[in-house]
């Protein structure tokens, strides 16, 4: 299923002749995020390498618990193109700091929304759109790719970003969205309004994808196609040459 999804995804987004093509290095800058890292950091790691041949590759990752932040930290190590917060990602209407209801010690199903367990704990937060727009992302100019495991605060971020008018500035989006389900009701009948509105889907990139190395092949193929798109979609735009 995901072969095929990233198979279907390159000939819509750069044609059927691109199937063999790679994502040309270059200068653009591009900006990976990967909300909910948990202890390892797995798929920030997988990034980095994948995508090293990039010199402009800025590596974003946040995790609310700041626990799994300090081991996703040690994890990742280091380096000149990544930058770590240890906060959550919420959407419009929440404040600076939230309830983080824990499931255990393992970090896995920690969630903003769902009563998992008998403990919770305070975390600060922020809304990714006042993120980017610090670091001075420029939709016209830079890359941006976005991996989510927030165990439905994927919800809060979209909501954000439509708010923001950055959807359309995602040149992909990755992580299997099946939380707001596990929620349920209205909030699982809100998430599929908000997806059906704007109109996107995610290609699934979890640790449950990262064992598989046929899986990972694949995603690798698809986050080339991302990049790949991104780069003809902002090379046609009106003044791209001169800039």
Known sequence: MV???????????????????????????????DAGLHKRARELKLLRNWLSRFPNLHLVGFEAHPDYFEAARKAVGDGPNVELHNLALVGPGQGATVQLNLNGGSGVGDSLIRCVGEQSISVPACRLSDYLRK???????????LRMNIEGAEVFVLEDLSEAKLIPAV???????DDPYKVGGAFAQRFDALMQRLNIQSLPFNDIDCRSALRRAFIKYDVCTSILAAMMKKNSAPGAAAS
Do not use: H, M, N
């Open 171 to 177: 040149d992909g989006y990755y992580g299997y969205w």
């Open 3 to 33: 072969g095929t999804a990233a198979l279907q995804r390159r000939i819509s987004l750069a044609g059927f002749r691109s199937l063999l093509s790679c994502a040309p290095s270059g200068s653009a800058k591009i900006i990976y995020v």
């Open 135 to 145: 670091i001075g992302f420029e939709p016209q100019r830079d890359i941006l790719l």
